[in-house]
C-alpha cells in the first residue's frame, strides 16, 4: 500500500547532514511507490507553519527531520491535528531519539514508516506553548538564553559546555517558588526541571524515572546554588544519580506553577523560552509518533 507522507527538514541540522538525509530518503521512498511531499525549512517558524499546512490533507505520517527545536515547532504547527510524526533526529542532543530507539538512517525511517509501529505519548503545555521534552527554570534557562543571543551557525555539545562553564563564573542562583497541582512544595528552589522525558542533553538523566505516557510531569528541583553545586547536580546526573543528593527533590505531577520575586530565565524543549512565571500543565498522549515497529 502507498503511504501518503509529508516532511519537514531543516537542511543546515547535523551541519548540513539533514540536507543529504532528507534527499536520500524522499528517492527511497518514492522508489518504493510512497506519495512524499518534501519542503526545507529556512528560518524559525517555518517548521511549525510547514506542518500546519501539511496537516490540511489526510496524511499517514508527517517526517520531521531536525533537532528537538524543529520537532517542537512541529508540534506546535500541528496543534493536536491528528497526524503520526515521524522524528528523524538530527540535532546536538536527540533525547526522544535514544529513549524511543528512533532510526536516523533512511533504511531504518523506511522500515518504521512502512512497518507501523505507533507511540502515543505525552505533552506538555507552559505557557499555551507545547513542549515534548521539558522545561528548566534557573541554571539551565539562563545558560541557554545567554548561549543563544551570542549563537552563530549550528551548535556543537562542546559549545554548550564552553559556555556553561564560562557562565557559572558570575552566576547568581534565584530563589524559585514550586506549586505542583495545587499544593505549594517550596519557596527556595533554585533550579527546576519539569520533565516528560528521563533523558536530558544527550547524557544526563535527571528525572530517571520520568515516563513520556504517564500523563504527569516529573518535577525534580536543586536548592544549591554555588558553581561547585551545579557541577555536582550534573554530575549526578551523568551517572544517573540525583536520588542520592541531599539537596534534590523529586515530585510527580500534572499541573506546576514556577513563580520567582526577580527575573529567571527558562528553556523549553532546549531551547530559550522567555522567563518565569511558568503555568504547565499536561496533555495526555496527544503526540502520536511513527517508532519502529
Ligand atoms: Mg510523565
Redesign the pocket.
Known sequence: MPLRLSAVYNPISGRGAGARLAEELAARLRSRGHVCDFRATRRAGDAGALAAAAARDPLDALVVIGGDGTLNEVVNGLAGAPVAVCPVPMGTANVLASELHLPRDPAGVVASLEGGGRYAM?LGVCNGRRFFLMIGAGFDGEVVTAFHRGRKGAIRKSDYFLAATRFLARYRAPRIRITVDGRAVTERATWVLV???AGYAAFFSFARD?????????VVWFTGGAPRDIYRYFWAGLRRQVDRLVDARWV?GAAVRLDSPGPVAKQMDGDPNGALPAEIS?LPKALTLVVPG
Open positions: 505525552d520533565s516528560n522525558v520520568a515516563r513520556a505516557d504517564d500523563g504527569a510531569l516529573d510527580r499536561m
